[in-house]
């Protein structure tokens, strides 16, 4: 549960803190070192007993909770309680061009115009999920993570052995975890690269093409290994290949991308209420999901369970194309006016139009 809030709190953290042109790129930032530290962990693991590993964790949380608190607040927050000197010398100091004043002020004027705009609605439960406002942000935020569970990326990582030993895999379970580890690593720092360049869709757009790829063809090995239609010897090793291709480009999109996209969609009023009861109503799916691994392969067997991941991924290429939002370097206030249908011409006059 704690790892649950810090991972929400620490997304919208980073979208407020980052300017609207690196904000793909830190989002991506946070996805790569809670990475690293798993991998951290499965190189350690295998060498200390239980009671150290405990305490290295430990030492980590302490060492982390010390780093918080020296970080400052975000400048949209300190406008909210009218701490507008505080904001501008957080702005000052956070800002990737700040030797450039106007760049500064503008910037600021941009959070403060947000800010204004956003507190005039009501900031509460009720507001969230009763005024109709932020339906459309309630259900790309569901649609991301269901994409996210719902693609086998956690029930592969958990049962990656059982899977390899399926397939006849002669690799060992550390060496299998290790791989895929370093592998996650490399995507995500990659594709974090290019993210405020290319844009959020076209890297969920194809992180969604390839995982339905590789999960149709881990399934049909599977299927055809299982009916016996097929000496699958020569093709022992596409397993493997199918996994490690799934887990590239699970890393470059489907992982990373909610966390990203999730602290751009809402208005600065409800942010924090609504990422965390929609991240409350996820959290138990997530686990359901999980623990019906087991029960599915029992019904239908192993290639059963990928074809259903790749049709998960199918749905997410025509979520990604029809609506999902580009939110690649743009405000929180255009952003807003994207999801509405709206935009503001020069004269500041506001009329409806398409995504």
Not at 26 to 39: A, D, H, K, P, R
Not at 51 to 68: D, G, S, W
Not at 307 to 313: E, I, L, N, P
Request: aromatic share 10%; glycine share 6%.
């Amino acid at each position: 549960m704690g790892a649950i809030i810090c991972r929400h709190i620490s997304a919208m953290y980073i979208g407020e803190i980052a300017d609207n042109d690196n904000r793909g790129r830190m989002g991506y930032f946070n996805v790569l070192s809670s990475t690293c530290g798993s991998v951290i962990g499965l190189v350690i693991g295998p060498f200390v007993s239980y009671r150290i590993f405990a305490i290295i964790a430990i030492c980590t949380v302490v060492f982390a909770f010390i780093c918080l608190l020296l970080i400052p607040e975000t400048p949209y927050f300190l406008i909210r309680k009218h701490k507008h000197k505080n904001a501008e010398a957080i702005v000052w100091k956070l800002a990737s061009n700040s030797s450039d004043k106007e760049f500064v002020n503008k910037r600021l004027e941009e959070i403060m115009e947000s800010v204004q705009k956003d507190m005039t609605n009501k900031s509460s439960i009720n507001e969230l999920l009763c005024s109709g406002k932020y339906i459309k942000c309630i259900c790309i935020h569901g649609c991301l993570n269901m994409l996210l569970y719902m693609s086998g990326s956690s029930i592969i990582r958990s049962y990656l052995q059982t899977i390899l030993n399926a397939s006849e895999s002669s690799i060992s379970s550390n060496l299998s975890s290790l791989i895929f580890g370093i592998v996650n690593i490399i995507a995500v720092f990659f594709s974090g690269q290019v993210v405020d360049r290319l844009g959020r869709k076209p890297l969920l757009l194809t992180s969604c093409i390839v995982s339905a790829i590789s999960m149709f063809i881990l399934g049909a090995y599977f299927y055809i290994n299982e009916t016996k239609s097929f000496n699958m010897a020569v093709v022992t090793w596409l397993p493997l290949t199918s996994l490690v291709v799934y887990e590239i480009f699970i890393a470059v999109g489907i992982s990373p991308i909610p966390q990203v996209v999730t602290s751009e969609l809402y208005p600065i009023n409800v942010k924090g209420i609504a990422i965390g009861t929609v991240g409350a109503i996820l959290a138990p799916i997530a686990v359901l999901v999980q623990m019906s691994y087991e029960p599915l392969n029992n019904f239908w067997g192993l290639y059963g369970s990928f074809w259903m991941y790749c049709v998960c991924c199918i749905l997410g290429i025509f979520f990604t194309i029809f609506l999902l939002p580009e939110t690649k370097g743009k405000s929180f206030q255009q952003i807003q006016m994207e999801i509405n249908k709206k935009r503001v011409d020069t004269e500041g006059v506001v009329h409806n139009s398409k995504i």
